[in-house]
């Protein structure tokens, strides 16, 4: 690909409201999931595929997990380039598929 046919790259900062709303997101993903992991209860959900039931008990704790990862997803907004956004991304996307796997064999 030639240095004329790359496409433009946005340069335009991120603007402190929308940080603080991916802020704001991962506060309550995270409390979500701590609250699970305390309460050990997680109430049924509804999917395209219908209701699930709830979850109780030690089963709790990787889901909780799972929920406290997602929640760090939006801290991706506050690197500074996009190497520590690979890097953290990477870090992220492997310990959240450790937990799933985790959770499902053992």
Known sequence: MNDDQKQPRSTAP?????RLVCLLITVV?????????????????????????????????GFGMILML?????????CRNAQQVAWLGSALGVALLAVIFTTIYL
């Not at 395209?48 to 008990?57: L, V």
């Open 70 to 78: 997602l929640g760090c997803m939006p801290l991706l907004v506050f």
């Open 14 to 18: 991120i603007t402190l409201s929308a």
């Open 29 to 61: 993903t995270m409390a979500l999931g701590i609250w699970t992991i305390i309460d050990e209860y997680a109430p049924g959900r509804a999917t395209r595929f219908g209701q699930t039931e709830a979850i109780t008990g030690p089963d709790t704790a």
